[in-house]
């Protein structure tokens, strides 16, 4: 709130100097507020933007790039896509797997986070400190060894693997930020509630889930983010066509094309792309107010 | 608290004993089966790294132990020591775009005065791309016929080079979209410690005639360093642990001008089918990471919990 007053009053105060000071205020406001402004917005759409319109595009009209919008604009390439063997059974794929591992953390780190935010018990720390450090191990340099384990299990190609691994690397994120959002429930709010004799479901229930709502929806959404765009686990765990998810089936995709038919192409990554930037864009001012206000590092 | 349950009067019947000892395991219930998940694979994986590491494996799988000899043949590798000190390259060249990248952007987004959502919203939206998608993005719009790039520089009429088939450039192109894809965040964390420090020390320096830059880098920086930290770790973490993005651009090539520790591992692992190398150069990975995650620790949530004592005592 005190920001957008803020913002209003610099008008003001501007309005009150000569017109000249005023204009060249403004004038070194644009420049130094605008460029910035124009480069952050150019940067971050160029290439989502170039590779859809790459996909709205002919084969030839690629190669010759002489225009950023396509001439004629068709949907062929998405045609092409849907109709390749096969992809239903990744994008199956890919949501099932983000479904499971969105909603087994979020159910286990809901648990362990009240855990954590409520109650004093004896190797508290190191426990929390178990959950957080598996955050900073880069996923990749596990490959190796999951791949000698899920062997010896049997589990390669199989969706336990995949559910067992996305799960485990999930729940460390959802639980750090939840951690934070049931804290800053006030305590007193549920001691009230045991007074009128709730017991601890109830209170997590009625009291702390729908007070600390915003943070369940962050951890969800960036759950769905980690699932649907996992990549190091997959490629190393599956080798099976059928068992691919949409980010391994684009890499392999390069391979599996004869000809680099950059429209098709362009359309598949957009395809993959689009469904988890549908659900950002619905849930986008959660997710944004959570990170700006630190709840999630 | 927990042991609220207890008699009042001190004596404890048999059935308060259990009441007691049930409330005392609801934490632990409570947290220990997510950590059932996260010790059983992470931990393992870790563990089962380090094991690796000291044996040999054959075709079929069977180890033999070899102590350090996969240690020894690792170090002295040549295109080790190449990939190594390319990663270290490449982090600071990422760190040093990305987190200038970060604070431009955060600042802009901090003082623009309309549309303020839609901006921050726009900014975001790199980090739901996943890594592969970013790295197909990023080879299309750096394509020699048919890229962003070459397109805007032949309009100007400059050459057009071959970005991916040359050694320096295709670096140079990994680091952009790695920078791409991270930036995002750690602008909001910025962000964020931007809109904790207090308008009134602005307006008192204004008035003191402290200049822009002065009260950038005396009171802005100083009083966001926290977050800055935050984002720092972020940025090396996730330049250290770059492979999606480098694999489904360049696969490490051209000349294997990309090949990181974590492209490399995967080549010996995946492709040559020597795990207890790649397990090596996993606890090298590792090892530089849990460095990066000890400072971490030390200095954000150590200092925390520290904070925390002492507000309760």
New interface residues.
């Given amino acids: 709130m005190?920001?957008t007053l803020?913002?209003q009053e610099?008008p003001v105060l501007g309005r009150e100097r000569s017109s000249l000071q005023h204009y060249l205020r403004r004038s070194r406001r644009f420049l130094?507020?605008g460029l910035?402004?124009a480069f952050?917005?150019i940067?971050?759409?160029?290439?989502?933007l170039?590779?859809f319109m790459?996909s709205l595009k002919e084969p030839l009209e690629?190669?010759?790039?002489?225009t950023?919008f396509p001439r004629s604009p068709s949907l062929e390439a998405y045609q092409t896509v849907l109709a390749i063997d096969g992809f239903g059974k990744w994008i199956f794929n890919s949501v099932l797997v983000t479904v499971v591992a969105t909603i087994v953390?979020l159910i286990?780190?809901i648990?362990?986070a009240?855990?954590?935010a409520r109650?004093?018990?004896r190797f508290?720390?190191i426990?929390l400190?178990?959950?957080?450090?598996?955050r900073?191990?880069?996923?990749?340099?596990?490959?190796?060894?999951?791949?000698?384990?899920m062997?010896n299990l049997g589990l390669i190609n199989t969706y336990w693997v995949l559910y067992?691994?996305y799960?485990?690397?999930a729940?460390?994120l959802s639980?750090w930020i939840l951690v934070g959002f049931f804290k800053s429930v006030p305590k007193e709010i549920e001691e009230s509630a045991t007074i009128d004799g709730a017991n601890?479901w109830n209170r997590l229930r009625y009291v702390i889930l729908p007070i600390a709502w915003p943070g369940v929806v962050t951890a969800a959404v960036l759950c769905i983010?980690e699932g649907?765009?996992e990549?190091?686990f997959v490629l190393?765990l599956v080798t099976e066509t059928g068992m691919r998810t949409l980010?391994?089936a684009?890499?392999t995709l390069r391979d599996s094309m004869g000809v680099q038919n950059?429209a098709v192409?362009?359309a598949f990554?957009i395809l993959?792309?689009l469904p988890?930037?549908i659900v950002?864009?619905l849930l986008?001012?959660r997710?944004?107010e959570s990170?700006?206000?630190?709840a999630v590092? | 608290?927990?042991s609220s349950t207890e008699a009042d009067d001190g004596r404890l019947t048999a059935r308060d004993w259990f009441a007691d000892r049930a409330t005392?395991a609801?934490?632990?219930l409570?947290?220990i089966?997510?950590?059932i998940?996260?010790?059983?694979?992470?931990?393992?994986?870790?563990?089962?790294?380090f094991?690796?590491s000291v044996n040999e494996t054959d075709m079929f799988?069977n180890k033999s132990f070899v102590g350090l000899r996969n240690y020894i043949t690792v170090f002295n590798d040549p295109r080790f020591q190449a990939s190594l000190i390319r990663t270290i390259v490449f982090v600071i060249c990422s760190i040093t775009l990305g987190i200038v990248m970060s604070m431009?952007?955060a600042?802009?987004?901090y003082?623009?005065?309309f549309g303020r959502?839609f901006?921050?919203?726009?900014?975001?939206?790199?980090?739901?791309?996943?890594?592969?998608?970013?790295a197909?993005?990023?080879r299309?719009?750096f394509?020699t016929?048919?890229?962003?790039a070459?397109?805007v520089l032949?309009k100007f009429g400059l050459p057009t080079p071959s970005w991916l088939g040359n050694p320096y450039l295709a670096f140079m192109v990994a680091v952009f979209a790695n920078c791409?894809h991270m930036v995002?965040?750690s602008t909001?964390?910025l962000?964020?410690?931007l809109?904790t420090v207090d308008?009134d020390i602005y307006d008192a320096a204004t008035i003191d005639g402290a200049s822009g830059t002065q009260t950038f880098f005396k009171i802005t920086l100083p009083m966001i360093k926290p977050?800055l930290g935050?984002s720092l770790?972020?940025v090396s973490?996730i330049s250290?642990?770059t492979?999606?993005i480098i694999?489904?651009m360049t696969s490490g090539g051209p000349q294997r001008a990309t090949e990181v520790v974590?492209m490399y591992?995967?080549q010996l692992?995946?492709l040559q089918l020597d795990?207890g190398q790649?397990?090596v150069?996993?606890v090298v990975?590792?090892s530089i990471?849990?460095l990066?995650?000890l400072f971490?620790?030390y200095f954000f949530?150590l200092s925390d919990?520290r904070d925390a004592k002492e507000a309760k005592t």
Avoid: C
């Fill in positions: 005190s920001e803020n913002h610099q130094l507020i910035p402004l952050l917005v940067w971050t759409s160029v290439p989502i170039w590779a790459a690629i190669y010759e790039s002489n950023f953390p286990l780190s648990l362990a009240y855990g954590f109650y004093f018990f508290r720390h426990l400190l178990l959950y957080l450090v598996p900073i191990i880069p996923r990749v340099s596990l490959i190796v060894p999951l791949n000698d384990l062997s067992i691994t799960i485990a690397s729940v460390p639980t601890m983010r649907w765009n990549f190091a190393a980010p391994y684009l890499y950059f192409y362009n990554t993959t792309v988890l930037l950002y864009l986008e001012r997710v944004v990170i700006v206000t630190g590092k | 608290m927990a005392h609801v934490p632990y409570l947290v089966p997510g950590l998940f996260v010790i059983g694979v992470l931990g393992y994986a870790v563990i089962g790294g094991v690796l799988l431009i952007f600042l802009t987004l003082h623009v005065g959502r901006f921050r919203g726009i900014s975001l939206v790199p980090y739901f791309v996943s890594g592969i998608a970013t197909v993005m990023f299309f719009v394509t016929s048919g890229g962003f070459n397109f032949y791409w995002p965040f909001l964390i962000l964020g410690g809109q308008r977050m935050v770790i972020w973490y250290f642990s492979f999606d694999l489904a974590s591992m995967y692992a995946y795990f790649g397990a150069l996993m990975l590792l990471n849990t990066l995650s971490y620790i949530v919990m």
